[in-house]
């Protein structure tokens, strides 16, 4: 318990500038677990002219919740009989007419791109038909799709040396399945990979959201993270962005995810900068998020999926930032 409430004293204390490191601004890479599994994908959808490839564990297709709560709960999330996926005919067309409208990139980026998806056998939060939906949009644009679902995870990050068991679904949502997700699904999007590193060589760094929004407005938590290897300090290298889940940002299981999802020891020997951003929970009127979710339904405003979007502005702009000299 001290050392927990210590973790929350060290994430309140004042965090630095995000630093510029001369990053590789083009072939971005992004993964995310559950809400951020949509928000990976949102991400890729409307930025893909610099966002090479996406992973997504228990993620859906781009826009399914187009905009409503319910939909987000009901037909994205656990779709029945009255709650059915939205048709891929009518989100890939609403895809289309976004990018005709510039307001993401333009579809026609999607095609070629490794995507790699995964769906846990025990995850009852997240249904499998919904992972299917979202390999069905990508394939749909001719992406590189890779779908792994034959593992008995719960709904939750998936590696194979930490966490809880691994049918699990409960805080912090990291569950050992003797499977290493975060290799895996790097290894899709990047192509052969050297060892990953026996312990973490490299620097997690602390910054300040308020830097790129105002972030309690947008539930973003004032205190982002990025992991950087020593061999990054120089510039040149790749980022990867990795998006917590519900209830998984900082303010929630301190840095257990941020230490324990799987990408750092693969980022030490890859050269490759790992991007941390942070929800956090919000009970304002105009953003209601009481699980620190990212917003894959509309709660930041009607523009959440666009590159005009709230959150994926503030996302965007630390890529920036991190590519800059």
């Given at each position: 318990m001290m050392r927990w409430l210590l973790c929350l004293f060290c994430l309140a204390a004042h965090a630095d500038p995000l630093p510029a490191l001369r990053a590789q601004?083009?072939?971005?890479?992004?993964?995310?677990?559950?809400?951020?599994?949509?928000?990976?994908?949102?991400?890729?959808?409307?930025?893909?002219?610099s966002v090479s490839g996406a992973g997504a564990i228990a993620?859906?297709?781009y826009y399914c919740a187009q905009g409503s709560l319910f939909a987000a709960m009901y037909n994205c999330?656990?779709?029945g009989w009255w709650t059915p996926l939205p048709p891929l005919q009518l989100l890939k067309a609403r895809t289309d007419s976004l990018s005709e409208a510039r307001?993401?990139?333009?579809?026609?980026?999607l095609a070629g791109a490794p995507v790699w998806l995964f769906s846990g056998t025990n995850d009852h939060a997240v249904k499998p038909e919904v992972v299917q939906a979202l390999r069905a949009y990508y394939t749909a644009y001719r992406a590189k799709v890779e779908l792994v679902a034959d593992k008995p995870a719960g709904h939750a990050m998936v590696t194979d040396d930490r966490g809880g068991p691994c049918a699990h679904t409960e805080a912090p949502f990291i569950v050992d399945c003797d499977y290493d997700a975060?290799?895996?699904?790097?290894?899709?999007?990047?192509?052969?990979?050297?060892?990953?590193?026996?312990s973490e060589t490299g620097k997690l760094l602390r910054f300040d959201q308020n830097d790129y929004a105002e972030a309690k407005a947008i539930s973003l938590d004032e205190t982002g993270f990025v992991y950087v290897p020593a061999?990054?300090?120089?510039?040149?290298?790749?980022?990867?962005?990795?998006?917590?889940?519900?209830r998984q940002g900082a303010s929630e299981v301190g840095e257990r995810f941020v230490r324990d999802a799987g990408y750092n020891r693969w980022a030490d020997t890859n050269r490759l900068i790992v991007l941390y951003p942070q929800a956090i929970k919000r009970y304002s009127f105009f953003t209601f998020n009481p699980r620190g979710c990212w917003d894959w339904w509309g709660y930041t405003g009607a523009d959440y999926a666009t590159r005009s979007g709230a959150q994926m502005r503030a996302v965007k702009a630390m890529l920036e930032r991190l590519s800059a000299s």
């Open positions: 601004a083009e072939g971005v890479t992004v993964s995310g677990v559950s809400s951020g599994g949509f928000m990976a994908v949102q991400l890729h959808v409307a930025h893909s002219a993620g859906g297709p999330m656990a779709p307001r993401i990139d333009p579809a026609r980026g975060a290799g895996a699904l790097l290894a899709h999007l990047l192509g052969k990979l050297e060892p990953r590193a026996r061999a990054c300090t120089g510039g040149g290298c790749r980022v990867h962005v990795a998006f917590h889940g519900c």
